[in-house]
């Protein structure tokens, strides 16, 4: 059972534009959203994490919005840059656990 | 501290063969994670541990899989034998404890089974 739903597969997005990245999770137990960035031939990084106290966390040009009712959370992106093309994972496990459930991943290209 | 230590970067076997996997976490991590990740089915975790003791194997494919962490500083992942379908790129990763606590991720080990 996939628990955390991610769109979308592959993101192209200009140079100064905005991107943005959704996930949805199934278990309500799960309090804590981090997200992950991963380069080519390298592990994945965490970028950015939230909890569901609160509804957005802002780090630089990085953001997660967080809606808990809908059980949806999503990446912005502002300003992106082609330094930021690389792929995206969203992940969710409840602070109990250990082990992160991970999203299929967004393939993110920033056009210079 | 140099991060989480994976060996082979790359590793190329016939179908049948053994391979073993290593890695070295970061010093003082009290958890070690192993995933496989592929085009298909993403990251998934595979086995983690915690002070040494496996906790949860349930993403262990089959038998032919097994996983030991004999110290704090050294785990391996040996898939015995080797099929095509094993071909993944298997990533360890580390975390201290805490709830809710980073991993931080090695930098993989590419499988190519033939």
């Known amino acids: 059972q996939q628990q955390v739903k991610q769109s979308p597969q592959s993101l192209i997005v200009q140079k100064g534009g905005i991107s943005i990245i959704n996930c949805a999770y199934e278990?309500?137990?799960?309090?804590?959203f981090p997200w992950y960035q991963q380069f080519p031939g390298k592990g994945p990084a965490l970028l950015i994490a939230?909890?569901?106290?609160?509804s957005e966390k802002k780090e630089g040009r990085f953001t997660i919005s967080f809606n808990k009712s809908a059980k949806q959370f999503s990446l912005h992106i502002m300003d992106s840059q082609p330094g930021d093309s690389a792929t995206y994972f969203c992940a969710a496990n409840r602070g109990s656990a250990r082990q992160l459930t991970f999203g299929s991943g967004t393939q993110l290209t920033v056009l210079p | 501290d140099a991060g989480v230590i994976q060996s082979p970067r790359h590793e190329v076997t016939e179908m049948g063969q053994e391979v073993t996997l290593r890695c070295k976490p970061i010093?003082?991590?009290?958890?070690l994670f192993w995933y496989r990740q592929t085009m298909m089915r993403g990251l998934e975790l595979l086995i983690y541990?915690?002070?040494?003791?496996?906790?949860?194997d349930s993403g262990m494919p089959e038998d032919r899989f097994s996983a030991k962490m004999p110290n704090a500083s050294f785990s391996t992942l040996k898939i015995q034998p080797s099929e095509p379908r094993d071909s993944a790129v298997y990533f360890c990763a580390s975390s201290p404890t805490g709830l809710n606590t980073e991993a931080f991720f090695g930098q993989g080990t590419r499988l190519t089974v033939v």
């Open positions: 939230i909890r569901p106290d609160v």
């Open positions: 278990n309500t137990a799960f309090d804590y």
């Open positions: 541990f915690n002070n040494n003791v496996p906790i949860d």
């Open positions: 010093s003082g991590h009290d958890y």
